[in-house]
């Protein structure tokens, strides 16, 4: 089994900084992709950022310049640095992980965690 515990979030005004983590604990030692994803009130779940085992990362348009991923490889964590939030970046902020396996990807999310700008 694997539980992916998310932490951080809350409430921020236009302009400031939060910082999302999630630590996942269980079966699976090394994902091959590890990132965070978004659902605003009554929309669809989106990507935010991902990063490979490798290091490789990718952002959604909306959060470039703005956002950074980072993982530790070794401690099975994956971080969200939020900086200068809008308040379109308000919705709940999901953590997930991908492990591909011999009948292919397996994908795992954490229960997810709000975060809400003001303008």
């Known amino acids: 089994q694997v539980r992916l515990v998310e932490s951080g979030g809350g409430f921020m005004q236009a302009g400031g900084s939060l910082r999302l983590s999630c630590a996942a604990s269980?079966?699976?030692?090394?994902?091959?992709?590890m990132g965070w994803f978004r659902q605003p009130p009554g929309k669809q779940r989106d990507l935010v950022a991902s990063i490979s085992s490798g290091g490789y990362e990718n952002y959604a348009e909306s959060v470039k310049g703005r956002f950074t991923i980072s993982r530790d490889n070794a401690k099975n964590t994956v971080d969200l640095q939020m900086n200068s939030l809008k308040p379109e970046d308000t919705a709940v902020y999901f953590c997930n992980a991908v492990y591909y396996g011999s009948r292919g990807p397996n994908f795992y999310w954490g229960q997810g965690t709000q975060v809400t700008v003001s303008s």
């Open positions: 269980g079966s699976i030692r090394s994902f091959n992709t």
